[in-house]
Nanobody, 125 residues
Framework: QVQLVESGGGLVQAGGSLGLSCAAS????????VGWFRQAPGKEREFVAA????????VYLDSVKGRFTISTDNAKNPVYLQMNSLKPEDTAVYYC??????????????????WGQGTQVTVSS
């Protein structure tokens, strides 16, 4: 069993920055793809960004490209999501998720086996 813990959420003004971190209970997480998803009130959970298990691929939601960056080291523990130029529509609970040996279809929510509890990100206008 793998446990994921997100941290780094908070309240920020539009145009500001926040960095999220996803830490896994396993010391080495190198065989896992890690994704970030978010869920705003009344909406479905949507994909934000992910890095494949090999580390060779990163994928982003179109609306966050150029503003958000997912990064990590070889151990993939922790995995970071740097969020710049935040907008009110980025307000949501952000979740990290993990899937063993996932290289493609990184934006597909159902392919992820492990989920964190989420961290709130609120962007004020």
């Amino acid at each position: 069993q793998v446990q994921l813990v997100e941290s780094g959420g908070g309240l920020v003004q539009a145009g500001g920055s926040l960095g999220l971190s996803c830490a896994a209970s396993r010391r080495t997480f190198s065989n896992y793809a890690v994704g970030w998803f978010r869920q705003a009130p009344g909406k479905e959970r949507e994909f934000v960004a992910a890095i494949s298990w090999s580390g060779r691929s990163t994928v982003y939601l179109d609306s966050v490209k150029g503003r958000f960056t997912i990064s990590t080291d070889n151990a993939k523990n922790p995995v970071y999501l740097q969020m710049n130029s935040l907008k009110p529509e980025d307000t949501a609970v952000y979740y990290c998720a993990a899937a063993a040996f996932l290289e493609e279809r990184l934006s597909t929510r159902d392919l992820y086996d492990y989920w964190g509890q989420g961290t709130q990100v609120t962007v004020s206008s």
